[in-house]
């Protein structure tokens, strides 16, 4: 059954060239994957839920001969705290762990030798991660705050200059809740970046020198 919000969502995919609220599209994936070229480094997702955006980055990253990894307790949310007020509770979003994750990522064509998984909640999921490996791109997309005040701290240390960090949940209109209150707290005082894509509740920041 199609509920209402789906609904809402698909017909303002109609007016927005086929965007869905909260999903990346191709096209802005692709004019992102562009400009990072010639940027060294892999491909990371932070919180993939269905893969449905990092199948893109898996094909991007067969493209440039990098490899494509996926950071996610792959058993949906962790615990809300006292940022979250108590939006997405722990275990939404389960995808069946990492063999259901990878299942679904078979679906999409996506063989599973040709990306990584990281399982664990954050900052688990990044233990044992190569320390010397950088990131030409990443997407970041975790909804609490706690997680994506690490996560980001995480990902931009080990992200090339030139490359790209993608926000998802980033709504202007409320600066002071969830992932949009962490996002702001970390480009606040930073000079070392420029916004490259702002739109659908999305945000994409590069690194620059």
């Known amino acids: 059954m199609i509920t209402l919000p789906k609904l809402l969502r698909l017909a303002r995919a109609r007016l927005t060239g086929g965007r869905l609220t909260g999903e990346w599209h ?21 919180g993939v839920h269905r893969g449905r955006a990092f ?12 490899r494509a990894h996926a950071f996610d307790s792959f058993e949906g ?20 762990g990492v063999q259901g994750f ?7 064509g996506c063989d599973g030798e040709t990306f ?9 999921c990044f233990e044992g991660f190569p320390g010397d490996e950088r990131f030409r791109f990443a997407i970041l997309d975790v909804d609490h705050y706690e997680p994506t005040v690490i996560a980001m701290r995480w990902i931009w240390e080990r992200t090339s200059v030139g490359g790209i960090l993608a926000f998802d949940d ?16 970390f480009l606040r005082d930073r000079s070392d970046f420029e916004v490259v894509f702002c739109d ?6 590069r690194r620059t020198g």
């Not at 199948?55 to 990098?66: K, T």
């Not at 979250?84 to 939404?92: A, L, N």
């Open 102 to 108: 990878r299942a679904r990522m078979q679906a999409w």
């Open 26 to 46: 191709p096209d802005d994936l692709a004019r992102m994957f562009h400009l990072v070229r010639e940027v060294p480094g892999g491909f990371a997702e932070v």
């Open 200 to 205: 659908n509740h999305q945000l994409a920041v």
């Open 77 to 96: 949310m962790a615990e809300p705290t006292e940022h979250d007020h108590g939006e997405y509770v722990r275990g939404q979003f389960d995808v069946g």
């Open 55 to 66: 199948r893109h980055v898996v094909a991007e990253s067969l493209r440039r001969g990098a």
């Open 116 to 124: 990584d998984t990281w399982p664990g909640f954050i900052p688990h």
């Open 170 to 185: 980033f709504h202007p209109a409320r600066p002071d809740r969830l992932a949009t209150r962490a996002i702001n707290e």
